[in-house]
């Protein structure tokens, strides 16, 4: 019986897959890149503590792999993401892991990245951590957003998108509204178009200033107004 059993064709691209985020080097440049920004091997080989040769070695595995697109200006090479289901792919896998699981922090500064981070930071091109759970809960609340039956804008929400000015391209095959496992939150925040639209629209209007190298965002005052009167959040949690 089991002569006449075949072999999943998907089953060898899976386990290439697995093989090219099996490295603690590899994985740190994916989880690096969910900032939605392009970085130099430079700044990678820093952040993963190696020598820009091996990192330039890993690089490589990961464009061929497709898991990254680069581009070269002048003497810069600049990687980032392939699309956005790399980056749902890494966040995922990054939500399976318990947070018991996690290193300590070494030091303060270590202790205060991680803070901010869990309490905001974009995942590729939307909004995570607190303050996109904040958001999330805010737009159910309000029967902007759906969760019952998997993420989904309702009338009112698409009409909310547009009063508010944001603009959402429903041209392309991804869904306008999907479900992200926050991997601090251990709980769904928006993504799709719907989320990358309103994390574009934080920043542009000052809603939300980057902090730092990493990918922490931080609500500002006038974000903490705009999102009060918007969508009745409390500034309170947003800090």
């Known amino acids: 019986m089991l002569d006449h059993m075949t072999k999943d064709p998907q089953a060898p691209q899976l386990a290439r897959l697995a093989a090219l985020m099996a490295d603690e080097t590899r994985a740190a440049c994916l989880l690096a890149l969910l900032d939605g920004r392009a970085w130099t091997a430079g700044e990678l080989a820093r952040h993963a503590g190696v020598a820009a040769s091996t990192l330039s070695e890993h690089l490589g595995k990961l ?79 309000r029967q902007l957003l759906r969760q019952d039956t998997g993420f ?27 479900a992200c496992l926050d991997w601090t939150e ?15 629209h934080a920043l542009a209007e000052g809603w939300c200033v980057r902090i730092g190298s990493e990918r922490a965002v931080k609500v500002t005052a006038t974000g903490e107004r705009a999102l009060t009167e918007l969508l009745g959040i409390d500034a309170a949690t947003l800090r």
């Not at 697109?69 to 399976?96: F, I, K, N, S």
């Not at 929400?157 to 959402?168: H, M, N």
């Open 186 to 200: 251990r709980r769904p925040h928006l993504a799709g178009v719907a989320g990358a639209a309103l994390c574009r």
């Open 63 to 141: 464009v061929a792999g497709g898991l990254l697109t680069e581009e070269r200006q002048g003497r810069h090479r600049y990687v980032r993401l392939a699309d956005a289901r790399v980056a749902h792919l890494v966040e995922d896998l990054a939500a399976q892991v318990s947070p018991d699981a996690a290193p300590r922090p070494r030091n303060l500064r270590e202790s205060s990245a991680g803070s901010a981070m869990a309490r905001g930071r974009t995942c590729y091109d939307h909004l995570a951590g607190r303050l996109g759970i904040a958001l999330t809960d805010a737009l159910t609340t």
């Open 152 to 178: 989904a804008l309702t009338d009112a929400g698409l009409a909310w998108f547009g009063a508010t000015g944001i603009s959402l391209d429903r041209k392309g095959r991804r869904p306008l509204a999907r």
